[in-house]
């Protein structure tokens, strides 16, 4: 039987309906104030190591997890630390190995035995992934938003890297295709690990000159063809490259493991490209952001990485985005 409308149905839906009109918020794109979303995301932070008391003033303002960046524990440590979570009511979600140089001849050995070491501290914390970054180039490359890489689509070498003549580029590509080469060989060694651990690698590229664009980045991420290789992805690492929407988009929710979440201001008159400014003060819409987690259907973490507020303050916040509302705090520095 279908419902009959009533007068307070009417009045209801006009009153959101003008909400929706006149909403423009500092940062977020015009929507309803009041958006349910099918998808769930969780809230952390990242620490250097297992602190209880930590741990405990974390949960108490009701974040849920953290991503350690000291790796370099031994298993029967890690162990521990996994206790003390459980205890204090935090997921140990994650585990930072960050940045290596697979692409170095002179430390692609000692890098790859650290990642190793990384994915069974995580299996031992209960973690699901470890972050890496494979390898770095001082070569920039052209400016940020400059760059449209024209790629082979089967082995992932590049022809070239932007519109007209690419000749200044030259050592740049070479660079690059090194760099997915060195990747490959040691992922080789790295995979079976992984596997056996039960943790999935997320490669992450951050400002380290390489897969600067967000169909490069996804195309090389799914190259390796494996369930324990994903994307970790970093929503405001990327703006100067392209739109985080575009970079959501372009992995999908079959390629992101995890997701991490500062801000950037975009300024062309920098050599940067800009500043990571407090979150809700930079070029990305959050809204916009959270619509497009929502529409590729991304479940999962969201780890802070920026300071300007307080714990209480980034709960606040981590509310306020994953409810798609405007941020309702400032930033405290």
């Given at each position: 039987?279908?419902r009959?409308?009533?007068?307070?149905?009417?009045?209801?839906?006009t009153?959101?309906g003008?909400?929706?009109?006149?909403?423009?918020?500092?940062?977020?794109s015009?929507a309803?104030?009041a958006?349910?979303?099918?998808?769930?995301?969780?809230?952390a932070?990242?620490l250097?190591?297992?602190?209880?008391?930590?741990f405990?003033?974390?949960?108490?303002?009701?974040?849920e997890?953290?991503?350690?960046?000291g790796?370099d524990v031994d298993v029967?440590?890690?162990?521990?630390g996994?206790?003390?979570a459980?205890?204090t009511g935090i997921?140990i979600?994650?585990?930072?190995?960050g940045?290596t140089n697979f692409?170095?001849?002179?430390?692609?050995?000692?890098d790859v035995?650290?990642?190793?070491?990384a994915?069974?501290?995580?299996?031992a914390?209960?973690?699901?992934a470890?972050l890496?970054?494979p390898?770095?180039?001082g070569?920039?490359?052209?400016?940020p938003?400059?760059?449209?890489?024209d790629f082979?689509?089967k082995?992932?070498?590049?022809?070239?890297?932007?519109e007209?003549?690419?000749?200044?580029?030259?050592?740049y590509?070479?660079?690059?295709n090194e760099?997915t080469d060195?990747?490959?060989?040691?992922m080789e060694e790295?995979?079976p690990v992984?596997?056996?651990?039960?943790?999935?690698?997320?490669?992450e590229?951050?400002w380290?000159?390489?897969w600067?664009?967000p169909?490069?980045?996804?195309a090389?991420?799914?190259s390796?063809g494996?369930e324990?290789?994903k994307?970790?992805?970093d929503?405001?690492?990327h703006?100067k490259?392209a739109k985080t929407?575009?970079w959501?988009?372009a992995?999908?929710k079959?390629?992101?493991?995890?997701?991490?979440?500062?801000?950037?201001?975009?300024d062309?008159?920098k050599?940067?490209?800009g500043?990571?400014?407090?979150?809700g003060?930079g070029?990305?819409?959050?809204?916009?952001?959270?619509d497009c987690i929502e529409e590729?259907?991304?479940n999962g973490w969201v780890?802070?990485?920026a300071?300007g507020?307080t714990d209480k303050?980034?709960?606040?916040i981590?509310?306020?985005?994953?409810a798609g509302k405007p941020?309702?705090?400032?930033p405290d520095a």
């Amino acid at each position: 039987m279908q419902r009959q409308w009533t007068r307070r149905d009417f009045m209801t839906t006009t009153a959101l309906g003008a909400v929706a009109a006149t909403a423009n918020w500092n940062g977020f794109s015009t929507a309803l104030a009041a958006e349910e979303y099918k998808t769930k995301l969780r809230s952390a932070f990242i620490l250097p190591k297992v602190d209880r008391k930590r741990f405990e003033q974390l949960a108490a303002v009701g974040i849920e997890g953290v991503e350690i960046s000291g790796w370099d524990v031994d298993v029967a440590a890690a162990r521990e630390g996994r206790k003390i979570a459980e205890e204090t009511g935090i997921n140990i979600h994650s585990v930072m190995r960050g940045w290596t140089n697979f692409n170095n001849p002179n430390s692609a050995k000692a890098d790859v035995e650290s990642v190793k070491k990384a994915l069974a501290a995580a299996a031992a914390f209960g973690a699901t992934a470890i972050l890496l970054v494979p390898c770095r180039v001082g070569n920039p490359g052209p400016k940020p938003w400059d760059f449209k890489i024209d790629f082979d689509p089967k082995t992932l070498m590049v022809k070239s890297v932007c519109e007209g003549d690419n000749a200044p580029f030259a050592e740049y590509i070479k660079l690059q295709n090194e760099a997915t080469d060195a990747t490959y060989r040691c992922m080789e060694e790295l995979i079976p690990v992984a596997e056996a651990e039960g943790v999935t690698i997320g490669i992450e590229n951050v400002w380290n000159n390489l897969w600067c664009m967000p169909n490069f980045y996804a195309a090389f991420v799914r190259s390796f063809g494996h369930e324990r290789v994903k994307a970790y992805f970093d929503l405001g690492n990327h703006v100067k490259y392209a739109k985080t929407e575009d970079w959501l988009r372009a992995c999908g929710k079959d390629l992101l493991v995890k997701l991490h979440i500062k801000d950037f201001k975009v300024d062309k008159s920098k050599g940067a490209g800009g500043d990571f400014v407090p979150i809700g003060k930079g070029s990305i819409d959050w809204k916009s952001v959270r619509d497009c987690i929502e529409e590729i259907g991304y479940n999962g973490w969201v780890t802070q990485e920026a300071g300007g507020y307080t714990d209480k303050s980034y709960a606040q916040i981590f509310a306020d985005f994953f409810a798609g509302k405007p941020f309702s705090v400032q930033p405290d520095a």
